[in-house]
């Protein structure tokens, strides 16, 4: 059980710690804190998109001890003690993962507000299923919803990741 | 979005969580996987005055095989973990294969087979192909226990007969004879839509003939029901095509499915008839699919 506090007007806050992208983070939050809002606004972490905020959209998706999640339906108290990644940790040493190269480079990003999240179910398909075929990957990202449509381009830029070929096919 | 407060409570052990539920009655409610819990509570349909969070009760969390009893899966499996489940996929790959058609990996990682039954709503994926496979499941409370077959704990839309302080702990899917079970459902899009209808069946082929049939449908009344008269109908019978399609039509005439935005009463009816046919086809011929 985490640590409780309770400030002078009764308000309980806990004490726990997220382990973001490598880092152990503990902190307060109070027990109605929901995990998107807690990665914004106290960790800075603002890659995770808010949506619809009810599990429909896919823009908060954050992997949960590597699995992906939709961050605005997680309590922050749920995940204490757990690992956490987001956007930011998914490039390493400074350098983009394969699958933001090759969805730069297959133009799959417009307006960019589902990337976040496409990147990440992407990255647990990928680490799962290194070799996914064409439906696999249109599956992974089913609980990505893009409003610009641009599915076809992030379908084939992850499929170019998987392949080695980040760099896309003359068009 | 707004979010209600509450008092938040982690029992660590079973028994915990029970007393805690006895102590505090009709205020909690129990947080499991929250893909629904917290939906309602972000749109105002739900503000309780305490949650109890179970997110310590590994023990129930697991899916194995008892000799005698058969697959017992914790309440707190989540979809995922079901869908991914050697011993499911061996077995009755009906099952992973329903919990894979319920919603996107984001939710299937977290929604449980516990939230799924206890929520209650009649379009709910998991029961109907579970109540095909028998399966009981057990309610625990500080006071006792008791199990019952999965098909009696449904009393109207979202209502169940579960007592304030009783938890689902488990869902047992016998050791059987039934030689095939599938569900099929018809939603709007191929991810993450709710069932406008869904059929659940399982069939036990001897030759030609079946010796017994269970046709459970989702989605077309206020609980998740059973076609009995299409059963009946069924039972001891020599497979045709014409069979199959008479037990669709018994088994759309017992439906009582409601209009909504989904889909009419009418179109429903449709659907479980020719959703009763198909999927007692495929059980008959593929098995456990």
């Not at chain 1, 956490?84 to 983009?96: H, R």
């Not at chain 1, 680490?127 to 990505?144: D, L, Y």
């Not at chain 2, 697991?62 to 061996?90: K, M």
């Not at chain 2, 996107?104 to 109907?128: E, F, H, K, R, Y």
């Amino acid at each position: 059980m985490s640590q409780v506090l309770t400030d002078k007007d009764g308000v309980k806050r806990y004490l726990i710690t997220l382990n973001v992208n490598g880092d152990a983070h503990t902190i307060l939050v109070k027990g109605n804190a929901i995990l998107t809002n807690v990665l914004r606004d106290q960790l800075d972490l603002t890659g995770t998109k808010k949506g619809c905020e009810l599990g429909d959209c896919g823009s908060c998706t954050v992997l949960l001890d590597g699995k992906p999640v939709d961050s605005c339906l997680v309590l922050a108290v749920e995940a204490d003690g757990r690992e956490i990644t987001t956007i930011e940790g998914v490039s390493a040493n400074g350098a983009l993962d394969a699958i933001q190269e090759s969805m730069i480079n297959h133009a799959a990003v417009q307006c960019g507000y589902c990337t976040p999240g496409m990147v990440l179910s992407a990255k647990a398909l990928l680490t799962r299923n290194p070799h996914p075929t064409e439906p696999e990957v249109r599956e992974a990202i089913a609980g990505n919803l893009c409003r610009c449509t641009g599915y076809v381009h992030i379908v084939e830029a992850v499929l170019a990741a998987s392949q080695g070929r980040v760099t896309p096919d003359d068009h | 979005m707004y979010m209600p407060d509450f008092e938040y409570h982690t029992p660590r052990t079973l028994s915990e969580a029970c007393a805690l539920l006895a102590e505090l009655g009709e205020k909690a409610t129990v947080l499991a996987g929250g893909t629904d819990i917290l939906h309602k509570m972000k749109v105002g349909k739900l503000a309780p005055e305490h949650l109890v969070s179970l997110k310590n009760l590994d023990e129930i969390r697991e899916i194995r095989h008892e000799a005698g009893r058969g697959i017992v899966i914790g309440a707190l499996t989540n979809h995922a973990a079901i869908y991914n489940s050697p011993l499911l996929q061996e077995r009755y790959l009906s099952l992973p294969m329903a919990a894979h058609t319920m919603a996107s990996t984001q939710i299937c990682n977290l929604g449980t087979v516990g939230g799924n039954i206890v929520n209650g709503v009649p379009s709910a994926d998991l029961p109907p192909i579970l109540i095909a496979l028998q399966a009981t499941i057990r309610l625990v409370s500080a006071s006792g226990e008791r199990s019952m077959a999965l098909e009696d704990f449904f009393c109207g839309a979202a209502e169940t007969v579960i007592a304030p302080g009783e938890l689902l702990t488990e869902i047992t899917i016998p050791d059987q004879e039934t030689t095939g079970s599938t569900y099929i459902k018809f939603g709007l899009r191929r991810s993450g839509a709710l069932a406008v209808t869904g059929v659940a069946v399982s069939v036990c082929v001897e030759g030609d003939k079946l010796r017994d049939a269970r046709i459970v449908l989702a989605s077309a009344a206020p609980t998740v029901m059973r076609a009995t008269a299409a059963e009946d109908f069924l039972r001891g019978r020599t497979i045709s095509d014409e069979a199959l399609a008479e037990a669709g039509t018994l088994a759309a005439a017992a439906s009582r499915p409601r209009d909504s935005i989904r889909g009419s009463a009418e179109y429903r009816k449709n659907l479980a008839e020719v959703l009763t046919k198909r999927a007692l086809r495929k059980a008959i011929d593929e098995g456990h699919v």
